[in-house]
Structures are given as C-alpha cells and as structure tokens.
C-alpha cells in the first residue's frame, strides 16, 4: 500500500537522509500529476475543453479587480453546476469534483496544493487578470498600507515599499506556473484566458466565449467601488487604459518615480506580460467581430443590471454579516447574484 503523504522527518543520519529522500520523491511525484491538466499550455488541454465537468481554476491576484473577477469566475461556476461555489478557502480539504477555485493564492502553490489532492477531473478554464503595474502597486499599498494599518500615504512610505524585493514583478511572480522563470509567452500560454481589468467588459466577453456560457453568466456588480459606478471595476473607474497612479495622484514625486529606469526594470516582467496579455485580449477581438457585437450587448445588458440591482447592494452590504452573506456568493464576490438570476435567469 502507499505510504500516507507526511512531512519530513528531521532527525537522524542515514536512515533521515532516505526518508527524506523518499519524502520528496513522493512530493515530485504528487505534483507531477497536474502535467496533464494544470501545468500544461491550453493548447495540451484543447480535447478536453468541457467546462461543465472540469475543475474551473481562478487565480486572484491582488488590486488586479480580482474580487469582482471572482465573482463572476463563482457566477459561471454556479451556472454550470460546480461546487464551492460559496466557499472560501475550504475546497482545499474537500475531495468532490469539479470545483472552483477562486481564492488569493500564487499559482505555483496552488499547482502544488492541487498536486496533493491528485484532482480526477481535468482543469478548463484557467483564467486570470491583470492590471496597470504602477496602478496595481499604488493600489496595494493604499488598501493594505493605508486602509488596513492607518500608515501615512507619504511619497517617501509608497517609494519605500513599492522598492522592496517582495514588490518586483508582483504579477508576474503571481501567475507563472512552476516551469515558467522567466518567459511571458510561456505564462500567457499557460492560461485560457488573461483578462486586463482596464478593459474589464472585453475580458468578461472574451471568458464567456472562451468557456461557453451565455453573457448573462458573467455580469457583475463591482465589488470595490460605488455600486452607483457603471465603470468597469479597476479599482479607479479609469476606462481610458491610462495609468491610475497618474490620475490617483497629483504628486510630481510619484510620477517621477513611476517613469523612472529604477521601478521599470524592476517590474520589466510585469510590464511585459501587461503588455502581452491587452494584445492578445485585442487581437482575440479583431479575429472573431462576433465578440464586437457581444461587448454592446453585454454592455447594454450590464448597464440594467447595475440599475435594476445596484441600489440595492448598499442597503444590504452594509446592513449585517448574515446579509452579506445571502447578498454574495463568497465575502464580496459575486454580490448581487440573486436580483441578476431574477432579471436575467441563470
């Protein structure tokens, strides 16, 4: 029978030295599993394009609008009959499938994660967004730095925090699989769709193309700005694809520092992979003009929904943690879901 998955044993000389041996031929082994589904390029998984019996994969990378991404990665789960489709970080001890995974964690762990468990069912779509890098970055530090510990928005404390190593390539680190180092094309490949939250609309009809559901699968209410707002949700209603660290900041400081060789070859990476992924969501558009006609429909049918169940997303939120949780599918992903199933059907 196979030994139980445990941890290395940490004392002892010879006889540690096999069982670690042993140990991590085993953790090879697990994560060797996902070769024929995960860590492939979408073109390895193209026969297997079912995404009504495949485990949905959603990487959530953070101020990417990844809480509204999320939302519509659970909406289209929950269309076609996936479980967690309200849960948070517990599919990771559950073992029924398919699923969807649509949390905060790197890719390369999840692929690990993920090897573990020894998932039966293929993996169709991996998705994930991106965002502007100086955006994405200003971003992070306001909702972390600021928000959440009262620190002062000073150009000296971003300058500071944006320039430690954690902080370079953020996105890319973020999304690459484990055999992809250094190659963007390799980790645009290795997705089915990367969606840029500055062309938020595009990438939700472009995801619903991909996978095969209808536009009403992946609207959205955003889920961190005013449900009033009818821009896409990047955090800034910045529709133009400009930089919002320009339009968030008036500091002559920060853009200085934004443009400066320093913080471009730093995140040389994330820009790269910016850059490749707003070409190819651009090009899937020029390829296919059904998606043209797709976007206003989705746009107008969008434009309803924000009226119709917008106004309400306030009064709810707001009210009580036990309404939050009837109004969302998971935290603040997917909010809104039931005053859209009763406009649209699901």
Same mark, same amino acid.
């Given at each position: ?7 290395p ?10 069982? !670690? ?8 082994? $697990?994560t ?10 979408? #073109?390895?998984?193209? %026969? ?31 269309? /076609? ?10 599919? /990771? ?5 398919p ?20 998932? !039966?069912? &293929? ?10 890098p ?20 000073? +150009? ?30 390799? =980790? ?27 536009? %009403?699968? =992946? ?7 005013? %449900? $009033?707002?009818?821009? &896409? &949700? ?5 529709? @133009?694809?400009?930089?919002a660290?320009? @339009? ?5 400081? /920060?853009?200085a ?7 471009? #070859? ?14 190819? /969501? #651009? ?5 296919? &003009? ?5 976007l ?9 929904? =924000? ?7 306030? #009064?709810?939120?707001? %009210?009580? $943690? $036990? ?17 859209? +199933? ?5």
């Open positions: 029978t196979r030994e139980p998955l445990t941890t044993p940490c004392c002892g000389m010879a006889s540690s030295n096999r069982k !670690r041996h042993r140990w991590w031929g085993r953790v090879a082994r $697990a060797a599993v996902l070769a024929a589904g995960l860590l492939l390029p979408k #073109e390895g998984r193209a %026969s297997r394009r079912n995404a009504t019996s495949s485990n949905h994969v959603f990487i959530k990378v953070n101020k990417c609008a990844s809480s509204t991404a999320a939302g519509v990665a659970r909406r289209v789960a929950r269309r /076609l009959g996936l479980r967690h489709v309200r849960d948070g970080q517990q599919w /990771l001890d559950r073992y029924d499938e699923r969807i995974f649509a949390n905060h964690v790197r890719r390369v762990n999840l692929e690990a994660q993920l090897g573990f468990r020894r998932l !039966r069912r &293929p993996v169709f779509p991996v998705w994930t967004m991106l965002r502007d100086a955006a994405r970055a200003l971003s992070h530090f306001t909702f972390v730095d600021v928000a959440r510990y009262g620190r002062d928005a000073t +150009d000296a404390a971003v300058i500071k925090k944006l320039t430690q190593p954690n902080f370079r390539n953020w996105m890319f680190e973020y999304v690459r699989p484990a055999r992809c180092a250094t190659s963007v094309e390799c =980790v645009v490949d290795a997705f089915d769709v990367v969606g840029v939250a500055e062309l938020f609309d595009e990438s939700m009809v472009l995801l619903a193309d991909v996978v095969g559901v209808p536009l %009403s699968s =992946v609207l959205y209410l955003p889920a961190k700005v005013s %449900s $009033a707002s009818r821009h &896409p &949700p990047n955090d800034n209603n910045n529709t @133009t694809g400009e930089s660290a320009t @339009t968030q900041s008036s500091s002559a400081g /920060l853009r520092f934004f443009a400066s060789p320093a913080w471009l #070859e730093a995140n040389e990476l994330d820009y790269a992979l910016y850059a490749a992924a707003r070409r190819r /969501l #651009e090009e899937a558009f020029d390829r296919t &003009p059904k998606l043209r006609a797709d206003e429909t989705f746009r107008a049918t969008q434009h309803t929904a =924000v009226e119709a169940c917008g106004s309400l997303q306030n #009064e709810t939120t707001s %009210s009580s $943690a $036990a309404s939050r949780r009837d109004w969302c599918y998971w935290g603040d992903n997917g909010c809104g879901f039931e005053c859209m +199933d009763r406009l649209f059907g699901m």
